[in-house]
């Protein structure tokens, strides 16, 4: 389904600036009341686990975000939505998805944040948005791109606001 009229590039100055990304997608998934998929994608390095600590923040989590690389998925349950970020860096086979129960966490109003999905390929519903994550000279720069109706209007209201700190 192609909804989005184009990308969003955004050009994130430092690590502030990608915190506050996810401080933004934050603000729009709560503002549109219902949850999202969305993957990350970039490089090691690239600030994939800055992006989802922006988010968690935002949503009002206090406390470390760190990436569950051994663990999978981090729930944040607590959160409102409910928040879970996973990383499929050390995913063996997507099969591995289908016992820990993977489905479960995409249903209802939650907000999923995927790091390395290709990893989940064939396992993993579509994503909501992709936000691609790549070098851009002394920062980082952000490709923001929907895949469904959903993502679209998440795309939309990402673009519109006035954050400072990373556009460009």
């Known amino acids: 389904m192609d909804v989005a009229a184009q990308e969003l590039s955004l050009f994130l100055e430092d690590e502030v600036a990608t915190e506050n990304l996810g401080k933004g997608l934050a603000t729009v998934v709560v503002q ?10 970039g490089n090691l390095g690239t600030g994939k ?8 923040r935002g949503l009002g989590h206090d406390g470390a ?9 981090e ?3 607590h959160l409102s939505p409910p928040a879970y ?14 016992f820990m129960g993977i489905r479960d966490y995409f249903q209802g109003q939650s907000l999923c944040l995927i790091e390395w999905p290709e990893r989940g390929q064939g396992i993993l519903p579509e994503p909501d948005l992709w936000i691609r994550l790549s070098v851009s000279g002394d920062g980082r720069k952000a490709l923001v791109s929907a ?3 959903v993502g679209a209007g998440l795309q939309a209201r990402l673009a519109a606001m006035p954050l400072s700190g990373f556009r460009g």
């Open 32 to 41: 549109a009341g219902q949850g999202a998929t969305v993957f990350l994608e």
């Open 49 to 56: 686990t800055t992006l989802s600590r922006g988010v968690m």
């Open 65 to 73: 975000v760190k990436s569950p690389t051994y663990t999978i998925v």
């Open 75 to 77: 729930p944040y349950e």
């Open 85 to 98: 970020h996973f990383d499929l860096y050390r995913l063996g086979d997507p099969e591995e998805l289908e």
């Open 147 to 149: 895949a469904t109706t």
